[in-house]
């Protein structure tokens, strides 16, 4: 079965750090980029981070200088660092592998882990 699984989310305080891990079934091969989006209630669902499999990176505004996406090739993981938690960070963070060049970064998607960043 296909699937990414995501851990580490959790309640913070404004401030604080948390870092997100996710790993990707074996039976999804040929990544070809590893990301995570979030969707805080009411909002859209966005694009925070994304770690392409040369290791380049792009990260949504809001989060730049403070979020930090890495990735372990051999073992299909992709991490989120994130440091200096503001209330608004407060969402749904959602894992996602690409395997095809669509540009979403989306192909598959972990089932979401609940960041709350309490002010």
């Known amino acids: 079965q296909e699937q990414l699984v995501e851990s580490g989310g959790g309640l913070v305080q404004a401030g604080g750090s948390l870092r997100l891990s996710c790993a990707a079934s074996?039976?999804?091969?040929?990544?070809?980029?590893m990301g995570w989006y979030r969707q805080a209630p009411g909002k859209q669902r966005e694009l925070v981070a994304v770690i392409i499999s040369r290791g380049s990176t792009k990260y949504a505004d809001s989060v730049k200088g403070r979020f930090t996406i890495s990735r372990d090739n051999a073992k299909n993981t992709v991490y989120l660092q994130m440091n200096s938690l503001k209330p608004e960070d407060t969402a749904v963070y959602y894992c996602t592998a690409e395997t095809g060049h669509s540009g979403s970064y989306a192909d598959y998607w972990g089932q979401g882990t609940q960041v709350t960043v309490s002010s």
């Open positions: 074996g039976s999804i091969t040929s990544i070809n980029a």
